[in-house]
Structures are given as structure tokens and as C-alpha cells.
């Protein structure tokens, strides 16, 4: 994420500022200066690091993604005629931005299927760093499969399959914030499709608090 990368330049830049002797300034001792000096840089730095984050966020500063647990409602027991074989999720944050995200597995015999959910409104622009395929316009097709970019209704769509390995992934992206990553193995792309469409994605940016 922009701002994440940005902060660890600042931070080097204060310590740079710190480690550096300062011409004594009248009834100041060499370290009272340099405590000065390192306290303005690490100012400066959090206000630069502020409007990193603001930029990054655009409009969506005032997010607040859905929490991890009403995702975790979305994720069935059952998916494709198989039962869940594992739940999880979790919400995380740093310096005011914000994302949750589910995840289930199902399997049974061959068959398996991961589902993942992300709602990364509260990150703005960067969420779209979750899912950089979707700035590209891509459709490519050889001996061992196929990957493909479209849309899927208001979502940009990112599909491949890997023929000698029954391995299909079905991703989504909408500009609300809302990434859906789904995987399977010996599964087609259309049951992934259909998977998708069962799991009311489109409700989520409603869901928010």
C-alpha cells in the first residue's frame, strides 16, 4: 500500500534527522539540540505520513468495512454440494486504515473449493493493490490452460484454469472495496461461477455499519 511504503522512508528519514549534530543554539547543550531537532523531524514525518494516508483513502476515510464475523454469515455450510470443512476471519488496521476478511474451505473426495472474502472499503485506492489484475486487460490461452480478465456483472473478473493440475480460481473486484477470491480443485470454472453467485456478494457494501 502506498502509505505503507511510504512510512518506512519517513521513519528512516527521522532517525537520519536525529543521528545528526546540530549547531548549538543559544543556552542549549548538544543533545537538548538533537532532541529538538529529532522531535521536529518526527513531526514533520507523521504529517507526511498523514497525507500519504489520506491520499491512499481518497473518499473512503470514513469507511468501515463490514465486520469479520457478519462475512463469516456469507460463507455457507455448504458450497456446491460440499460441507464446510473450515471457517475463519479477522478485521486489521494500522494508522486508519481498515479491512476485514473471511475465509472458508469445503471439500469432499477429490473435490475442494476456498472461498475468500475481503471488504477493504475503508483502504480507498490501495485496495485495488489487493487485486492488480484488475487494471489489466488480459486473455491468454496454451497447452496447459487459460487466464482471462472480464466482467462479472458490476465486478471486474479474473479467471484461470490449469487443465493438468484441475485447478480453476474465479476473482472479483468492485471499486466499492469488495475483493472475492474463490479456488478449486477439480471443479470447473462455471461451478465457481455459480459458486460465487450463491454467496450474495453484493450485499456486502450494504452490510457496513
Known amino acids: 500500500m502506498k502509505a505503507l511504503y511510504f512510512?518506512?522512508?519517513?521513519f528512516t528519514l527521522f532517525l537520519?534527522?536525529?543521528?545528526?549534530?546540530?549547531?548549538?543554539?543559544?543556552?542549549?547543550?548538544?543533545?537538548e539540540a538533537q532532541l529538538q531537532e529529532g522531535g521536529e523531524a518526527a513531526a514533520d514525518a507523521i504529517s507526511q505520513a498523514e497525507k500519504a494516508i489520506k491520499d491512499v483513502q481518497g473518499g473512503h476515510a470514513d469507511v468501515t468495512p463490514v465486520p469479520f464475523r457478519?462475512?463469516?454469515?456469507?460463507?455457507?455450510?455448504e458450497l456446491q454440494g460440499l460441507p464446510r470443512t473450515s471457517h475463519s476471519g479477522e478485521s486489521t488496521g494500522a494508522m486508519g486504515m481498515k479491512f476485514s476478511m473471511a475465509e472458508a474451505r469445503y471439500a469432499k473426495d477429490d473435490k475442494k473449493i476456498a472461498v475468500?472474502?475481503?471488504?477493504?472499503?475503508?483502504?480507498?485506492?490501495?485496495?485495488?493493490?489487493?487485486?492488480?489484475?484488475?487494471?489489466?486487460?488480459?486473455?491468454?490461452?496454451?497447452?496447459?490452460?487459460?487466464?482471462?480478465?472480464?466482467?462479472?456483472?458490476?465486478?471486474?473478473?479474473?479467471?484461470?484454469?490449469?487443465?493438468?493440475?484441475?485447478?480453476c480460481d474465479f476473482k472479483l473486484f468492485s471499486k466499492e472495496g469488495i475483493i472475492v477470491?474463490?479456488?478449486?480443485?477439480n471443479i470447473s470454472m462455471d461451478d465457481l461461477k455459480e459458486a460465487a453467485s450463491d454467496l450474495k456478494i453484493n450485499s456486502i457494501p450494504g452490510m457496513r455499519e
Not at 19 to 31: C, D
Not at 127 to 154: C, F, H, I, K
Not at 181 to 185: A, C, F, I
Open 116 to 167: 475468500k472474502l475481503v471488504d477493504a472499503g475503508g483502504i480507498g485506492i490501495a485496495a485495488m493493490s489487493m487485486a492488480a489484475w484488475s487494471n489489466m486487460e488480459l486473455d491468454r490461452e496454451d497447452d496447459r490452460g487459460y487466464e482471462r480478465t472480464s466482467n462479472w456483472g458490476s465486478y471486474k473478473a479474473y479467471e484461470r484454469c490449469r487443465t493438468g493440475e484441475n485447478y
Open 16 to 31: 537520519f534527522n536525529c543521528g545528526q549534530s546540530s549547531e548549538k543554539q543559544s543556552g542549549q547543550s548538544e543533545a
Open 7 to 10: 512510512l518506512p522512508f519517513l
Open 70 to 77: 457478519k462475512l463469516k454469515e456469507l460463507l455457507p455450510e
Open 181 to 185: 477470491e474463490l479456488e478449486g480443485t
